[in-house]
Structures are given as C-alpha cells and as structure tokens.
C-alpha cells in the first residue's frame, strides 16, 4: 500500500498487509485499513507507520475478511462490513455482516 507521487513514485508504504479491501481517513489524515487476509483493522498515521491493531479476528472471532469501512468520528464509532468465520451448510456463500466498534 503506497502514497504516490504525480509521476506514480512512491513517496510512503506500508507493506504488512495481506489484500488491503477498503481504506477510511480521519479528520487528523490517519488511515483505516481493511486488511482482508489477516481478518484485522489497521490504524496508520498519516505517514503511513503502524499505530495500533484497532480490531483482529483473535480478539473478535467473528471479524473475518473485512470488506468496507466507514469511520463516524463524532461518535468514534467504526464500523466494519464483513464475513462470517461460522460455516453454514445449507449456503455456499458467507453471511455479510455489519459490526460496530467503539474506538
């Protein structure tokens, strides 16, 4: 995940993400990451450096594959548009799911 230039160089990267889905930005220019692969939700600072793991699927097991985000800063509320980690076998498809964090 890079920040580009207008000639496409890349100025700022983060790399320890597996099929980044979705990203958000606060008022401050952090960047909430969706990172689909590792089940988790990711705080950067604006230039990019890790700040906290805000959410990952060891600590909420329900939180798989995270697809979207939307970010109510006057509420500091997060919430997350997400799979289901539970198996259904009357369906093939993954149950969508929409959960809420206090951050």
Known sequence: MS???EHGRAIKSFN??????HL????AGRVLVADRYSHRILLLSSELQLQRVLVDSKIQPKLWEPKRLCYNERASELYVLHASNES???TPFPFVL???YKI
């Open 3 to 5: 920040e580009v230039d």
């Open 16 to 21: 320890d993400v597996h099929n980044p889905r």
């Open 24 to 27: 958000s930005l606060d008022s």
């Open 88 to 90: 259904i076998s009357q």
């Open 98 to 100: 929409l959960s809420v």
